[in-house]
Nanobody, 127 residues
């Protein structure tokens, strides 16, 4: 079993950067691919980015964040990061990290395929 804790959210102005962290506990974290999702008020949870297991050499992004967000991982620290640059008001949401069983492709965008979730961290971008 894996437990996830997000941190790094906050209230920022448009155009600045934030880095979110997803700290994992449990064994063999490097065996899990990890995804970031977000949910704005009144909207469904949506996929943001994903990173493959082990070295994290493969990444996948939603079109809405491609070129602005970067996902990375440090297995020695059991942590996955989401670097968010050029933030926009429409990026405002609660951000969640999640993992799933290794047999499911790392680039899965369906939140229903993910088994373990963190509690979320709020990101608010003002204009």
């Amino acid at each position: 079993q894996v437990q996830l804790v997000e941190s790094g959210g906050g209230l920022v102005q448009a155009g600045v950067s934030l880095r979110l962290s997803c700290a994992a506990s449990g064994r063999a974290f490097s065996r899990y691919s990890v995804g970031w999702f977000r949910q704005a008020p009144g909207k469904e949870r949506e996929f943001v980015a994903a990173i493959s297991w082990s070295s994290g050499s493969s990444t996948y992004y939603a079109d809405t964040v491609k070129g602005r967000f970067t996902i990375s991982r440090d297995n020695a620290k059991n942590t996955v990061y989401l670097q968010m640059n050029s933030l926009k008001p429409e990026d405002t949401a609660v951000y969640y990290c999640a993992t799933k069983n290794p047999g499911i492709p790392y680039y899965s965008t369906n939140p229903g395929l993910y088994d373990y979730w963190g509690q979320g961290t709020q990101v608010t971008v003002s204009s």
